[in-house]
Antibody, heavy 119, light 107 residues
Framework: EVQLEESGGDLVQPGGSLRLSCAAS????????INWLRQAPGKGLEWVAN????????NYVDSVRGRFTISRDNAKNSLYLQMNSLRVDDTAVYYC????????????WGQGTLVTVSS | DIQMTQSPSTLSASVGDRVTITCRAS??????LAWYQQKPGKAPKLLIY???SLESGVPSRFSGSGSGTEFTLTINSLQPDDFATYYC?????????FGQGTRLEIK
């Protein structure tokens, strides 16, 4: 069974940093593009970033480019999101999600981890 | 960025009804469209990809159609488990975007 489990969400002050993790199991992690998406409270879905199988290609939404860094460790079946210079509008539930076909759309999602940016 | 507009924003229906949700793209996206279902406090679930391909394990009462700029998600014979929020997502460009969502509620 494919499983993705996020962790690392917390309350952080504006301008602060946070690192999210996503632990994968049940599939060959290193064979897939993996994504971070987010959902602000009561709002819709927003794609944040993705990374290809070996980590050599990374894409970001404009609003986080230069502040967030996506990375992966295939030996540990893990995905990461380093978030710096956090802003109040980064407050959201952050999901990791698998792209099954480099399409990208998302066939398996984690349960999400809440990041709250507030003073 | 490609803008995705769903209609209606809210839809009231009864068990057994047939409902249709529309998603319009601001420019052609060929068939690069997915549909998701999301329930409160849960992650989204993939229903349809490439506009009309049913994801494995998804009931056949869900179907998708369309190409270019106009797409529809149809649910035949609504079941109690179908009351949720539905999102479309385009993946024609690497500026991936979602519609704002359609909340399907019980009449």
């Amino acid at each position: 069974e494919v499983q993705l489990e996020e962790s690392g969400g917390d309350l952080v002050q504006p301008g602060g940093s946070l690192r999210l993790s996503c632990a994968a199991s049940g599939f060959t992690f290193g064979s897939y593009w993996i994504n971070w998406l987010r959902q602000a409270p009561g709002k819709g879905l927003e794609w944040v970033a993705n990374i290809n199988q070996d980590g050599s290609v990374r894409n970001y939404v404009d609003s986080v480019r230069g502040r967030f860094t996506i990375s992966r460790d295939n030996a540990k079946n893990s995905l990461y999101l380093q978030m710096n210079s956090l802003r109040v509008d980064d407050t959201a539930v952050y999901y990791c999600a698998r792209d099954p076909a480099a399409a990208p759309y998302y066939d398996n999602w984690g349960q999400g981890t809440l990041v709250t940016v507030s003073s | 960025d490609i803008q995705m507009t769903q209609s209606p924003s809210t839809l009231s229906a009864s068990v057994g009804d047939r409902v249709t949700i529309t998603c319009r793209a601001s420019q052609s996206i060929s068939s690069w469209l997915a549909w998701y279902q999301q329930k409160p406090g849960k992650a989204p679930k993939l229903l349809i990809y490439k506009a009309s391909s049913l994801e494995s394990g998804v009931p056949s009462r869900f179907s998708g159609s369309g190409s270019g700029t106009e797409f529809t998600l149809t649910i035949n014979s609504l079941q109690p488990d179908d009351f949720a929020t539905y999102y479309c997502q385009q993946y024609n460009s690497y500026s991936i975007t979602f519609g704002q969502g359609t909340r399907l509620e019980i009449k």
